[in-house]
């Protein structure tokens, strides 16, 4: 049986592939548990030879006293120890066994989850963070799988935990009826007292899901945009909000601690009682002569023993809301489906033609190096989204959680809105993607072909383009197609031999997550050659070198066009440097396209075209 690392077929195009249960929070919970059953049930069985010693100890122990240290019988005596001791190296073993057992449940369950989100983002591709803010979906595959993983732990727990309650008051039942219904009944009567305040910690731990979620995305937009905010000078203000949210997740999670805190201070306090009251019951059985000393101190060791599975099921529900909270935000994830619908006969996409978007007008020739100029980056950036068939990003993600302050019909008017808001985004992507899309090659609309296709055949690198952590190698080819002179032409025609250079290692460098320890414009050149190594057909770049000096534009410039040469490149940038080698021009101006031709002949003749790139040639130049 191989279990771990999981095998996760969730989200993926396999025959047979286990997809979650999405219709509630509970029903994903018992599906996830479901999935890895017999190391569960292994967990179980392993923890209810751990309890032996425990539930059956202190019987021992009063069998040692009443039959071999009152009547001073040494054989007695040596008997009933050596039975005890047996028991005692069987729950050695055995808690040793369940804890590695438990251990792997909690991770196959953690890193199970977390594939399932990284399936899901491969699943999604763009559309993912159009559903949902990036702090939610990290916060899933973070902290929301561990509680998945702390719910499979507790589970099996608290069954051995019951197996031995039951064990125990079935052995206390046939010894004193009176003590053993106190001890049968304590447990469900301890855990119903806490029950009123599991719905209150519910909620305040959904608030601080939510809230440390939004402090996430916070934290993950200034970190993406520090470069930009440190040159408007804007650290202060965001810097501001990051406290201002910080201390919001703060008073959330000490508002849940309080609650929860009251809920642990009740089992102790309530166990405490329950002690007590087996004891005074105890002590007056024995001078009624209805209880031996032996049986007695039996007593007292469950009465002891007890405390620990009360205190187990006060953590079982515990850790059950909070497995049920993450839940709700896992299966808001999960039961995105995406928008492009599975064509029963999808056309090919054809090996040659225009490449022509109806919206503007605008047309790619076949083999030729076309520029699109505008002075909205914003409307060159959305017509690369059309022709590598992305939906627009014009949507701001629904929270999934932003409960504070709610509480009856409000909260649930407040999840049902979100709820239905998710779904109208969701219903408008997929209408758009079922349409024709507007986007032709030669005379195939996008929009009938498999997106996989597309995807082979047209390659768009724009700004929101990012590096992994790993390799120089694997940043510039993932996918490993290519030989090793195929990759160092991509990184000279890029100008990016300083960042192969600078890298202990070579090819085997090591480059940080978002290529962190480079410049603006060393990621931005290993970007470049990532997608020229594609060798696509089609290639899109927007802004390819907006963070680089002059002189490497220019050379950028001229071996791209030269490494391109005679397949479909389109580039969006109003930099002259690039201009100077295209093959065609086109001017955008308000989502149309306006005029086309060279560039020298557009700047002597269309006075729109001049001061767009005019414009551009008085900005000063960005620096590597």
Avoid at 59 to 69: A, F, P, Q, R, S
Avoid at 223 to 248: C, D, H, K, M, W
Avoid at 333 to 349: H, N, S, T, V, Y
Avoid at 445 to 471: E, P
């Amino acid at each position: 049986m191989r279990d771990f690392p999981p095998i996760t077929t969730a989200f993926t195009p396999v025959p047979g592939a286990q997809e979650p249960d999405v219709r509630t929070p509970a029903a994903f919970l018992r599906w996830h548990l479901r999935q890895q059953r017999s190391v569960i049930v292994a967990s179980m069985v392993f923890g209810v030879l751990w309890q032996l010693p425990l539930t059956v100890g202190p019987w021992l122990v009063g069998k040692v006293v009443d039959h071999g240290i009152l009547p001073g019988d040494w054989s007695q005596t040596g008997l009933w120890t050596g039975l005890l001791l047996v028991v005692t190296l069987i729950g050695v073993v055995f808690g040793i066994s369940m804890h590695t057992v438990i251990v792997r449940s909690w991770l196959i369950a953690l890193y199970g989850t977390t594939q399932m989100v990284a399936r899901k983002a491969v699943q999604l591709g763009h559309v993912l963070p159009r559903r949902a803010p990036t702090g939610e979906v990290l916060s899933v595959a973070s902290s929301d799988s561990d509680e998945f993983g702390a719910l499979t732990e507790i589970t099996a727990r608290a069954f051995a935990q019951l197996f031995a309650y039951l064990v125990v008051a079935a052995i206390v039942l046939s010894t004193s009826l009176q003590m053993g219904l106190l001890v049968l009944v304590a447990a469900p009567v301890l855990v119903g007292v806490a029950f009123p305040m599991l719905r209150p910690l519910h909620r305040r731990q959904a608030v601080e899901r939510a809230r440390s979620s939004e402090l996430t995305s916070m934290a993950t937009d200034i970190v993406a945009g520090l470069r930009i905010l440190r040159g408007i000078g804007g650290e202060r203000t965001f810097g501001r909000n990051y406290a201002g949210q910080s201390q919001r997740t703060k008073d959330a999670g000490v508002s849940a601690g309080i609650w929860q805190a009251a809920i642990e201070a009740i089992g102790v306090l309530m166990s405490g009682f329950f002690l007590i009251g087996l004891m005074w019951l105890g002590a007056r059985e024995v001078l009624a002569g209805d209880l031996t000393v032996g049986q007695l101190i039996s007593f007292l060791g469950y009465g002891l023993f007890m405390v620990g599975p009360i205190r187990t099921f006060f953590e079982f529900a515990q850790k059950l809301t909070r497995a049920l909270v993450s839940a709700r935000k896992a299966i808001a994830i999960f039961e995105q489906a995406p928008p492009w619908p599975d064509k029963a006969a999808p056309q090919p996409l054809p090996d040659d033609g225009d490449l022509v978007d109806d919206l503007s007008g605008f047309v790619a020739r076949p083999g030729r190096l076309t520029i699109v100029v505008s002075a909205v980056p914003e409307s060159s950036a959305a017509l690369a989204d059309r022709l590598g068939r992305y939906l627009p990003a014009d949507t701001e993600p629904v929270a999934i959680d932003d409960d504070s302050g709610l509480k009856g019909r409000a909260l649930r008017r407040s999840r049902a809105e979100r709820q239905v808001e998710r779904e109208r985004i969701a219903a408008r992507d997929e209408a758009r993607a079922r349409e024709a899309w507007g986007v032709r090659l030669g005379s195939v609309d996008l929009g009938s072909v498999s997106l996989d296709d597309v995807r082979r055949r047209i390659v768009v690198s724009d700004t929101g383009s990012q590096l992994f952590a790993g390799t120089l190698q694997d940043a510039v080819d993932p996918l490993g197609r290519l030989s090793r002179e195929q990759a160092e032409e991509t990184i000279r025609v890029a100008n990016a031999e300083d960042v192969y250079d600078a890298l202990p290692g070579g090819w085997q460098g090591v480059l940080d997550e978002r290529g962190r320890g480079l410049s603006g414009g060393q990621r931005q050149r290993v970007v470049l050659a990532r997608a020229l190594g594609t060798d696509a057909p089609i290639l899109v770049l927007v802004e390819p070198t907006s963070a680089v000096d002059a002189h490497t534009e220019a050379r950028i410039a001229e071996r791209v066009a030269d490494f391109r040469r005679g397949r479909t490149t389109v580039v969006a940038t109003v930099s002259p440097l690039w201009l100077h080698h295209a093959d065609e021009v086109a001017l955008l101006v308000d989502d149309r396209i306006v005029v086309t031709g060279r560039h020298e002949d557009l700047l002597a003749s269309d006075p729109a075209y001049r001061r767009v790139v005019a414009r551009a040639m008085d900005e000063e130049p960005a620096h590597a």
